[in-house]
């Protein structure tokens, strides 16, 4: 084993980890030190040199699936740092964690249930045994009974309590009950029905709930609660105050029935709600809330497009599935795309990723993004309770250009720090208007080349930039981008789309010998947040014993809430 090469590694030492294991590392692989040794061969080559050396380099490293164009030729990498990280691949077991995550094998093992959310998109006769029962015809009638209420409101069947056609759908839930519906909604919004108000309801904050049902006809609106649990604080303080607000404006307990519905997998704490189980659509524990949106979470997507839409995202998931089940690893999207993060992250130091899709209706994709991965891959620990010898999940963040240009992207061209890049693009708009959609793509293009290939002293000198300037307009380019690029943003491409980051995450956990799938850390702050609920509602409570920093700040608030009283 070569302990020198290590040295050279922007090597993991954070403080918060806890002890390292004597069990050898990832780092001490012998396919990672092969990575390390290529690393200090090519750290500091130039993707103009890359470029310049191979001339068919654009139209070589790229792959296609599923509808999107995938080029990552712009990355800091050769054909030598592909195999290597394949070999990485294969190493760490890829292929059989893939495999075992596809036949719904426990993959999530601190929680001890698989990780299915891919049969969530199989076709009606594809097979799928979870703990003896084939969950394949369980999920098509859920899709069935989506599509027949989803058609019923749409069509005006469906009634209010008062009689009258529902026009505001009103979704209530957090994190993957929320994040995913509210990115497809925004996504598909091309294929909405107009004229139905769709609304979200996620932060305990009461201004969440107040201002979405603001000026609403009660008799006219339709709640949804989506909570896997249902025993979610957040999720349920915002339903009990949408039924009460429906209640004040309908003065009948009669009009629940008619005005809320359920998604969750316990029927009995829906029943307790006050909402009637045949109007609860189901899921199941094997599907992670991050990775539910193609479930019956994404009810509202489904009212709001239509089943046959969102059976045509269903189906760009699933294309996105088999090619990632079945591609060779080397022509293999989501694989390509998670390694060279793996690359991006722990060889060449980039922390960070930006996310940036070139689409308006692609805005919460970023914030989408957010949960998938760092709540996936925000771990510090591996499957087997080990420190982590790497740094895991780069922090994910975005916006949409040109956007982002006009704000951000000034750290991104000569900023101190490497930041690696998404850039997503669609060939047509949805909504065309004259030759505006080419200067957005141009600008894509135009970011990408720019950051891969900057602007040296030379150049600026030969165009007469005063000398005095050349140094602050130096762009020393170099940065690693994909591009994304498809037809037009689709049901099926957004399927597609976001099955391609699931599994590159998933490729990036096993890297790691990471659970991606459950999320522990999660809970502390939920569990004193209870506690300091309850010790701010005993207004003679016992003193505080909480450090001396969140004491002064529970006085403070307490004193501010006497004053105003
Ligand atoms: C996602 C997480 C988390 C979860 C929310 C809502 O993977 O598990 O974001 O989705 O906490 O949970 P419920 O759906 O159970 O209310």
């Known amino acids: 084993?070569?302990?020198?090469?290590?040295?050279?590694?922007?090597?993991?030492?954070?403080?918060l980890a806890p002890p390292p294991s004597s069990t050898p590392a990832l780092v001490e692989r012998p396919a990672w030190q092969a990575l390390v040794d290529h690393h200090r061969n090519i750290g500091t080559r130039h993707l103009r040199?890359?470029?310049?050396?191979?001339?068919?380099?654009?139209e070589r490293l790229q792959v296609d699936a599923a509808g999107l164009y995938f080029d990552y030729s712009k990355n800091r990498v050769t054909d030598d740092t592909l195999a290597l990280l394949v070999d990485l691949a294969e190493h760490c077991g890829l292929r059989e964690r893939r495999d075992a995550m596809f036949r719904g094998e426990s993959v999530n093992a601190t929680e001890k249930r698989a990780a299915l959310h891919t049969a969530l998109r199989a076709p009606a006769d594809a097979s799928i045994v979870v703990d003896g029962v084939n969950v394949v015809p369980?999920?098509?009638?859920?899709?069935?009974?989506?599509?027949?209420?989803?058609?019923?409101?749409?069509?005006?069947?469906?009634?209010?309590?008062?009689?009258?056609v529902i026009r505001n759908v009103i979704n209530i839930g957090i994190g993957g009950s929320d994040l995913g519906p509210v990115m497809a909604c925004e996504a598909l919004r091309h294929y909405g029905k107009s004229g139905l108000h769709l609304g979200f309801v996620s932060n305990l904050d009461?201004?969440?709930?107040?201002?979405?049902?603001?000026?609403?006809?009660?008799?006219?609106?339709?709640?949804?609660?989506?909570?896997?649990?249902?025993?979610?604080?957040?999720?349920?303080?915002?339903?009990?105050?949408?039924?009460?607000?429906s209640l004040a404006q309908l003065g009948d307990e009669r009009a629940i029935a008619s005005h809320f519905v359920a998604v969750s997998t316990n029927t009995e704490a829906v029943a307790a709600f006050g909402i009637d189980p045949a109007h609860m659509f189901a899921l199941w524990d094997w599907v992670g809330g991050r990775y539910s949106m193609d479930s019956a979470i994404g009810l509202i997507t489904m009212i709001a497009v239509g089943?046959?839409?969102?059976?045509?995202?269903l189906a760009g998931f699933r294309a996105m599935d088999m090619h990632f089940h079945s591609a060779p690893l080397a022509r293999n999207m989501p694989v390509l795309m998670g390694l060279l993060a793996i690359w991006n992250n722990n060889f060449l130091g980039a922390q960070t990723l930006a996310v940036l899709p070139y689409n308006q209706d692609l805005k919460?994709?970023?914030?989408?993004?957010?949960?998938?991965?760092?709540?996936?891959?925000?771990?510090?620990?591996?499957?087997?309770?080990q420190a982590v010898s790497t740094p895991?999940?780069?922090?994910?963040?975005?916006?949409?250009?040109?956007?982002?240009?006009?704000?951000?992207?000034?750290?991104?061209?000569?900023?101190?720090?490497?930041?690696?890049?998404?850039?997503?693009?669609?060939?047509?708009?949805?909504?065309?208007?004259?030759?505006?959609?080419?200067?957005?793509?141009?600008?894509?293009?135009?970011?990408?080349?720019?950051?891969?290939?900057?602007?040296?002293?030379?150049?600026?000198?030969?165009?007469?930039?005063?000398?005095?300037?050349?140094?602050?307009?130096?762009?020393?380019?170099?940065?690693?981008?994909?591009?994304?690029?498809?037809?037009?943003?689709?049901?099926?491409?957004?399927?597609?789309?976001?099955?391609?980051?699931?599994?590159?995450?998933f490729t990036q956990g096993v890297i790691w010998n990471i659970d991606s799938f459950d999320q522990w850390g999660v809970e502390l702050g939920k569990r004193l947040a209870q506690r300091i609920a309850t010790e701010l509602a005993d207004t003679g409570h016992a003193p505080l014993t909480h450090d001396s920093s969140t004491n002064a700040l529970m006085r403070r608030y307490e004193q501010h809430r006497k004053e105003s009283s």
Not at 217 to 240: G, P, W, Y
Not at 307 to 312: D, I, L, M, N, T
Not at 372 to 383: F, I, P
Request: charged share 20%.
């Open 49 to 58: 040199e890359f470029f310049a050396d191979d001339p068919q380099r654009g």
């Open 364 to 385: 919460r994709f970023p914030a989408y993004l957010q949960q998938l991965t760092m709540e996936s891959n925000g771990k510090h620990v591996t499957a087997s309770s």
């Open 307 to 313: 089943p046959e839409h969102f059976r045509a995202m």
């Open 392 to 505: 895991t999940s780069p922090i994910v963040w975005g916006d949409t250009g040109t956007n982002g240009q006009h704000s951000f992207f000034q750290l991104l061209h000569q900023g101190t720090r490497l930041v690696a890049c998404d850039f997503i693009g669609f060939s047509h708009s949805q909504n065309p208007l004259g030759d505006q959609h080419d200067l957005l793509m141009a600008n894509l293009f135009a970011q990408s080349e720019a950051l891969a290939f900057g602007k040296t002293a030379q150049a600026l000198m030969a165009e007469g930039v005063d000398e005095t300037q050349v140094a602050q307009r130096v762009c020393r380019g170099n940065r690693p981008t994909n591009t994304l690029l498809a037809d037009r943003l689709t049901p099926h491409t957004l399927g597609a789309l976001v099955a391609l980051y699931e599994h590159s995450v």
């Open 138 to 164: 369980e999920v098509h009638a859920v899709l069935e009974r989506m599509a027949n209420f989803a058609e019923r409101v749409r069509s005006g069947e469906w009634r209010g309590h008062t009689g009258k």
């Open 1 to 15: 084993m070569k302990r020198t090469a290590q040295s050279k590694l922007p090597r993991f030492s954070s403080p």
């Open 206 to 245: 009461p201004t969440d709930v107040v201002e979405a049902t603001r000026g609403l006809d009660a008799a006219e609106t339709l709640f949804i609660v989506c909570s896997k649990s249902f025993r979610t604080l957040d999720t349920l303080t915002n339903a009990h105050a949408a039924r009460a607000w």
